[in-house]
């Protein structure tokens, strides 16, 4: 739908201007009379044309980080249980953060809740921030009136999500740098060494080893046929994403992750404590069990759990119980099904649900642990692999080539 422009006059005769999405100016009149706002020009706004610079600009600019929306999360609820009206909050935040991005939705934001847009529909024009979880406990916030106790359920959800992504970051830091360090050697190896000490071996016309001689042909290979190899990369690189983006490719990778060695594991793991945590706190928040499936279904960001949690939906829809339904999909360990079960029983579902996500995101952070523990001798195995085949590869010639200078 277009957008349109207005400029009109609140209950206070204040001057309001801003922009609403909708049909048609009629729509737009309506929307605003609803708001107690007089509406006294409305036009279709003009849509921005995207110039070299504003292209530059939204490509380069930061992005919004999850620390920036748990700061966010944690400053709108300390506006709220103030009593801070939310317009003057909101317009107070986005012309104090440093983020232009997060300033510019902000603002954005702002002029949808002038225009008369509840809360959580002008978060919800912002996907990419705010995530449906997001905007479904705003929306319940809403509509109890206890907005500021939404904000804060979602700072403490944010705030173990970070903590988890920063125990993930940790636990890859060191393989990552190592392996990056191996590709350098092996580049430096087959596009400099190896050539010298090649040219070298040539001018004694004597028969090398073969280990020499795989060395040696693997770097010509490296040296005459680099950009076809790089453009094999690539192509391998950018069909693996366009495949893992396709609906069959990312439900066939996602279940690949669930059963992957070292890290299947933490995956399941990681993955059982996000829904528990979030079904926690969407039943906490008073949402209806559907629809908080359906939400959740939305957050657990694996396409192979989203398609178990659906089926979950669909059989509470007619009537099961959560704890059989969670049994029938094979996705949940015996722990999670109790924990269901006696949620049900005793009506503390919500409870036992962020119990069942506090040991998971324990077992998370273990295992993480265990994780730079296992891979650790797998990288010096791997490093004295290739140390061993490049020292046989130079060092045997030259103890033969040495060898026989003696023997004549």
């Keep these: 739908m277009p957008n349109f422009a207005y400029s009109a006059r609140d209950q206070q005769g ?11 100016e009629e729509a737009v009149a309506q929307q605003l009379l609803r708001s107690g706002i007089t509406p006294l020009r409305i036009a279709q706004a003009e849509s921005p044309k995207e110039t070299a610079g504003g292209l530059n600009l939204r490509l380069t600019r930061p992005k919004v980080s999850l620390d920036e929306i748990v ?12 009593g801070v009206p939310i317009l003057r909050g909101l317009q107070g935040l986005a012309d104090t953060t440093d983020n232009p991005l997060l300033s510019e939705t902000l603002a954005d934001i702002h002029r949808q ?10 978060l919800a024009r912002h996907p990419k921030i705010f995530s449906a979880l997001f905007v479904a406990l705003v929306q319940v916030g809403e509509n109890t009136g206890r907005l500021f106790e939404a904000f804060d359920h979602l700072a403490d959800y944010l705030e173990v999500e970070k903590r988890t992504r920063e125990s993930l970051a940790s636990a890859l830091r060191y393989p990552l740098v190592v392996l990056f360090a191996i590709l350098v050697a ?43 190899f ?15 983006r396709s609906p069959s490719g990312n439900l066939a990778w996602s279940a690949f992750l669930f059963r992957a060695p070292l890290v299947g594991g933490i995956v399941r793991k990681a993955t059982l404590a996000r829904f528990a945590q979030s079904m926690a706190l969407m039943i906490r928040s008073g949402v209806p069990l559907v ?21 979950m939906r669909d059989g509470i829809e007619k009537g099961d119980s959560v704890s059989r339904t969670a049994a029938t999909t094979g996705l949940f360990t015996p722990l999670v099904l109790q924990m269901l079960a006696v949620g049900e029983e ?38 004295g692999g290739l140390v061993a085949v490049l020292a046989l590869g130079v060092f045997l010639p030259m103890w033969d080539l040495a060898s026989a200078a003696r023997g004549g």
């Excluded at 204040?14 to 048609?24: D, H, K, Q």
């Excluded at 700061?71 to 103030?82: I, P, S, Y």
């Excluded at 809740?113 to 002008?122: F, T, V």
């Excluded at 790089?230 to 893992?244: E, H, K, Q």
């Design 291 to 311: 629809h908080a499936l359906s939400v959740v279904a939305g957050v657990v960001d694996n396409a192979f759990v989203v398609g178990k949690v659906r089926a």
């Design 113 to 122: 809740l002038q225009g008369g847009r509840e809360l959580h529909a002008a």
């Design 71 to 82: 700061m966010l999360a944690r400053q709108l609820r300390t506006l709220t249980k103030a």
């Design 230 to 244: 790089a453009l094999i990369l690539l192509a391998a690189v950018f069909g693996f994403r366009s495949w893992v």
């Design 346 to 383: 005793t009506g503390a579902l919500d409870q036992l649900l962020e119990e069942t996500a506090e040991h998971y995101q324990a077992e998370v952070e273990f295992e993480l642990k265990r994780l730079s523990d296992a891979i650790e001798p797998i990288m010096i195995v791997v490093i």
């Design 186 to 228: 092996l580049v430096i190896m087959n596009g400099w060494v190896i050539p010298t000490f090649a040219d070298a071996f040539a001018r004694y016309d004597a028969e090398l080893p073969l280990m020499t001689r795989i060395l040696v042909t693997s770097s010509e290979l490296f040296i005459g046929y680099w950009p076809v």
């Design 14 to 24: 204040t001057s309001v201007r801003g922009e609403l999405e909708a049909a048609n």
